[in-house]
């Protein structure tokens, strides 16, 4: 079963997932979705998830249209957001926080604000949006990044939308931090910052992909002492990924990008709409034959 770039990444940050406390979805990034709700499938089936303002929701298939109405129908509450940045973000009760920055550096610093001179920028990108907050009390920090280049992973972000304060576990226990990883996974491998004071190590890489190719394509350094090949995903998980969360592959837009990116999303949202329209006709017919 040949496995796509994309569902590796899936499955990776799905195994960041345990089987407790909550995780909230944030702003809409299909890959991030798609592992929790495998996560949520498979071995998690106890953590919260929280999609938008609804509270425990079910594992729903992904959609660019109906997803956020799945997510209400099948969740047991709802949650403003001010409470939900009180009792989750600021009350250290996340478990995992997902983001695909524009850029990040060797210090762990990432940057989802501004490309260039921040005074004359060349291109404005979303902005922190509560990332550089989340990044300090959750528990597990899982960057994710479809194009792993000394473009992506440079030696110094031109902003710093936000980094993690005290990354090894010893040091996020003294100060009353949640303990967990500080993990990037991108479509060539897997890097973890360990400590402040020591590169990010190469975990692994893909397969079929080599350590100096990641090395010429990080822009920092990285420790390689014992890098291993990443372990395919388990074809349970990879089954339920194609046939029930995700079975048009609305996560591979987290590794396309320019015109491919577009023209993939273009066949996603006509797709969807040509299923909404067959199932208003469909409701016709049954009215009418009432």
Same mark, same amino acid.
């Given at each position: 079963?040949?496995?796509?770039?994309?569902?590796?990444?899936?499955?990776?940050?799905?195994?960041?997932?345990?089987?407790?406390?909550?995780?909230?979805?944030?702003?809409?990034?299909?890959?991030?979705?798609?592992?929790?709700?495998?996560? #949520?499938?498979?071995?998690?089936?106890?953590?919260?998830?929280?999609?938008?303002?609804?509270?425990?929701?079910?594992?729903?298939?992904?959609?660019?249209?109906?997803?956020?109405? %799945?997510?209400? #129908?099948?969740?047991?509450?709802?949650?403003?957001?001010?409470?939900?940045?009180?009792?989750?973000?600021?009350?250290?009760?996340?478990?995992?926080?997902?983001?695909?920055?524009?850029?990040?550096?060797?210090?762990?610093?990432?940057?989802?604000?501004? &490309?260039?001179?921040?005074?004359?920028?060349?291109?404005?990108?979303?902005?922190?949006?509560?990332?550089?907050?989340?990044?300090?009390?959750?528990?597990?920090?899982?960057?994710?990044?479809?194009?792993?280049?000394?473009?992506?992973?440079?030696?110094?972000?031109?902003?710093?939308?936000?980094?993690?304060?005290?990354?090894?576990?010893?040091?996020?226990?003294?100060?009353?931090? %949640?303990?967990?990883?500080?993990?990037?996974?991108?479509?060539?491998?897997?890097?973890?910052?360990?400590?402040?004071?020591?590169?990010?190590?190469?975990?692994?890489?893909?397969?079929?992909?080599?350590?100096?190719?990641?090395?010429?394509?990080? +822009?920092?350094?990285? *420790?390689?002492?014992?890098?291993?090949?990443?372990?395919?995903?388990?074809?349970?998980?990879?089954?339920?990924?194609?046939?029930?969360?995700?079975?048009?592959?609305?996560? #591979?837009?987290?590794?396309? +990008?320019?015109?491919?990116?577009? *023209?993939?999303?273009?066949? &996603?949202?006509?797709?969807?709409?040509?299923? %909404?329209?067959?199932? &208003?006709?469909?409701?016709?017919?049954?009215?009418?034959?009432?």
């Amino acid at each position: 079963m040949k496995v796509e770039t994309h569902e590796l990444m899936v499955c990776l940050i799905a195994n960041e997932v345990h089987n407790h406390g909550g995780v909230v979805f944030g702003s809409f990034t299909p890959l991030a979705y798609c592992s929790y709700m495998l996560a #949520k499938l498979t071995h998690a089936k106890d953590v919260t998830l929280i999609g938008y303002n609804a509270i425990d929701m079910s594992a729903v298939e992904m959609s660019y249209f109906g997803a956020e109405a %799945a997510a209400y #129908k099948c969740s047991t509450a709802r949650m403003d957001a001010l409470n939900e940045v009180n009792s989750i973000h600021l009350d250290c009760r996340g478990m995992v926080e997902c983001i695909s920055p524009a850029q990040l550096d060797g210090t762990g610093a990432f940057n989802t604000s501004l &490309i260039g001179d921040p005074d004359h920028p060349k291109i404005y990108l979303p902005g922190q949006a509560g990332a550089s907050d989340v990044a300090q009390t959750y528990e597990r920090m899982i960057f994710y990044i479809g194009n792993h280049s000394t473009r992506t992973l440079v030696p110094k972000v031109d902003f710093v939308s936000g980094n993690r304060w005290k990354i090894s576990p010893e040091e996020r226990r003294k100060h009353g931090l %949640a303990v967990g990883p500080y993990k990037v996974v991108t479509n060539l491998a897997v890097l973890e910052k360990e400590d402040e004071k020591r590169p990010f190590r190469l975990v692994s890489v893909h397969p079929g992909v080599t350590v100096d190719e990641v090395v010429a394509q990080t +822009g920092f350094e990285l *420790d390689t002492a014992e890098t291993v090949v990443t372990p395919d995903p388990d074809p349970i998980h990879l089954d339920l990924l194609r046939t029930r969360i995700d079975p048009r592959g609305t996560a #591979k837009l987290g590794i396309l +990008g320019g015109e491919e990116r577009r *023209d993939y999303l273009r066949q &996603i949202i006509e797709f969807e709409w040509e299923q %909404a329209r067959d199932y &208003i006709r469909k409701s016709k017919r049954t009215l009418v034959s009432y």
